[in-house]
């Protein structure tokens, strides 16, 4: 039905994760509506980010090109306890609960089908760090899916012999929850993280 450049724009906004057709549609009409220089300026800040934007040498945090990022120049934060996270998104999360330590990104979760394997991760990279003495515990903050639970299991394999405490981000129900919508799963790691109930 559309030709040319907004058939373009329609179809490049349509491979976006989370964008459907009818969404790229709605955007890309809205884009054609707004002033020349907003176009411009969103323009630009898409070539901006894939120019200056780069991994942080240490976490693989996203960081300005050749910097290390935010967490990582910041003097302020622990460095004995870190956060190991699937993915660079998974920090924004972590940081609105007041944690104070440092992170390491591992770039993804264990996924056979999807051809990422232990090689594919920044596992070497999170035992080199570990291995340089100053890491006293290892937060796994994965997500709660299979893939995140065997990228878990794997993370503490290998960093249970380096005399590192390794702990698991709980899980369990949510607050204001009810039991009866609680999958089996839910509610049994909700069970195993019990604790004593103070009065």
């Known amino acids: 039905m559309y030709t040319g450049p907004l058939r373009s724009l329609i179809d490049e906004l349509g491979r976006l994760p989370g964008i459907g057709p009818k969404s790229a549609q ?8 707004v002033p020349g220089e907003d176009a411009r300026r969103l323009a630009d800040a898409i ?48 940081e609105r609960t007041g944690f104070r330590g440092r992170y390491h990104v591992l770039g993804g979760a264990l996924s056979p089908l999807d051809g990422i394997g232990r090689e594919q991760l920044r596992l070497r990279e999170l035992l080199d760090r570990v291995n340089q003495g100053v890491i006293r515990e290892a937060i796994v903050c994965t997500n709660p899916t299979i893939e995140g639970e065997a990228t878990a299991m794997l993370v503490a394999r290998e960093l249970a012999p380096l005399g590192v405490t390794v702990s698991r981000l709980a899980s369990g129900l949510p607050v204001g929850g009810d039991l009866e919508y609680a999958d089996e799963l839910t509610l049994g790691r909700a069970l195993e993280g019990r604790r004593p109930l103070e009065v």
């Open 26 to 33: 709605r955007i890309a009409f809205h884009i054609l509506k």
């Open 47 to 94: 070539i901006s980010v894939k120019e200056r934007t780069t991994l942080c040498e240490i976490c693989f945090n996203v960081a300005d090109s050749g910097a290390l990022c935010a967490v990582c120049s910041d003097d302020r934060r622990d460095p004995d306890v870190i956060c190991v996270v699937e993915d660079p998104r998974d920090i924004v999360a972590v």
